[in-house]
């Protein structure tokens, strides 16, 4: 059961450039986020979506874009890459119930120079 | 807006010494509250959470109690051991699964 899957791990952007980091779930989960982890600053939430079709903003949504095309897949698109979106990117997914677990990915990490 | 507020780190300790990880929180309504952890080089994963108010939760040796009254969820060891050292998260849920995370603590164990 691989659970959530993001690709790339490492990525290097230029500023400008534009890229898709990839989220897949195989655990049928309704719920699925996406995060970005600053030193000192714990994770913060990007985007989310409650079902297939639905998203919306979480608590720094500019310069993300996502869709939520099926269950199983949910894109964070860079629109165009900026160095203060240098991060580390978790994917979660869960039921979508507030008192169950979330499972995230490895992450990737995202240099933008 | 709800939020959450932990012990800054990093902290350091020495095999088999007493841990304390504090977290407050701020919330309306009565959220679940969770400890994650995060191992070098790898994602989080969920070591305990309580649904509600004195609720204990406990995994792998830790416990945390929901304190409504102080609206706390401390994190708490007996005896740490080096394969503990790791990114600890305090974090509530929101409705529908939306989670709100401290800023994270560093804990390194030495030998």
Redesign the interface.
């Known amino acids: 059961n691989a659970g959530?899957t993001q690709t790339p791990k490492f990525q290097v952007l230029k500023t400008g450039q534009s890229m898709t980091l990839q989220c897949a779930q195989d655990m049928n989960h309704e719920?699925m986020?996406w995060?970005r982890q600053d030193p000192?600053?714990?994770?913060?939430?990007i985007h989310?979506s409650?079902g297939a079709g639905i998203t919306d903003q979480?608590e720094v949504p500019n310069g993300y874009n996502v869709s939520r095309s099926t269950t199983e897949d949910f894109p964070l698109r860079l629109l165009s890459a900026a160095p203060s979106q240098t991060s580390v990117y978790?994917c979660?997914s869960?039921?979508?119930?507030?008192?169950?677990?979330?499972f995230?990915?490895?992450?990737t990490r995202l240099t933008v120079v | 807006g709800n939020s959450?507020t932990?012990m800054e780190g990093p902290v350091t300790l020495s095999e088999e010494a007493f841990l304390t990880i504090n977290c407050t929180y701020t919330a309306t309504g009565y959220?679940?509250l969770?400890w994650?952890v995060q191992y070098p080089?790898?994602?989080?994963?969920?070591l305990l959470?309580a649904?509600k108010a004195d609720d204990k939760g406990s995994n792998k040796g830790f416990e945390a109690t929901y304190r409504k009254e102080t609206t706390s969820f401390h994190l708490e060891k007996g005896s740490v051991q080096v394969s503990d050292s790791a990114v600890y998260?305090c974090a509530l849920?929101?409705?529908?699964?939306?989670?709100?995370?401290?800023?994270?603590t560093e804990l390194s164990v030495k030998p």
């Open positions: 959530v719920y986020s995060y000192g600053m714990g994770l913060r939430l989310y409650v979480g978790f979660a869960s039921v979508g119930r507030g008192d169950t677990e979330a995230f990915g490895q992450g | 959450v932990q959220p679940s969770f994650y080089g790898e994602g989080l994963q969920l959470k649904t998260f849920s929101e409705n529908g699964g939306k989670l709100i995370f401290g800023q994270g």
